[in-house]
């Protein structure tokens, strides 16, 4: 049975790679920013990769406050807020369009909530690969977990 998970987020600055047009266009920030830096806030693994229509990609860690050296990089607000999130096989297009396409029906199956793609609300993925546990629990399943979310709001 699926049973998404609905997360709320609060609102805090991130520091953003800018919007690309292709995903490469975000490597550089993730290679300046992602690997081993302890940056991050503590509610929250805290880097996602977002997603915009036409498609366009950004990069956001989450940051603690704004005091921090964005290594070149503009600081944005986050808005947070409430998402729905499930688990797709990282690496795997296909089971990822299926997981978007199971938590928008969920969605549109729900009296109490919507989707909410106001500017600043993203669909947005996170890879688990914070520590040696991760490694171990990819062995065990056979591939990456790639946690989906999708904003949403509550109706009413």
Known sequence: MFRPCINEF????????????????????????IPG???????????????NEPM?????????DDKVDTK???IIDFFGGLYV??????ENIDDLMKTIDSLIQWIDEQDNFELDY???RYRMTRRFTSD????VIEKALGYGQL?????????G
């Open 85 to 90: 999130s499930a688990i797709a096989i990282d």
């Open 37 to 51: 830096d302890e940056v991050g806030s503590p509610f929250i693994s805290p880097d996602f990769l977002c997603f």
């Open 72 to 74: 070149g990089f503009e």
């Open 10 to 33: 609060p609102p805090c600055k991130a520091v953003a790679s800018g919007w690309k047009e292709d995903f490469g266009g975000v490597l550089d920030f993730m290679g300046a920013w």
């Open 118 to 120: 106001r500017p600043g």
């Open 132 to 135: 040696e546990t991760s490694e």
């Open 147 to 155: 946690e989906v979310y999708i904003p949403i709001k509550i109706i």
């Open 56 to 64: 366009s990609f950004i990069w956001l860690k989450l940051l603690p």
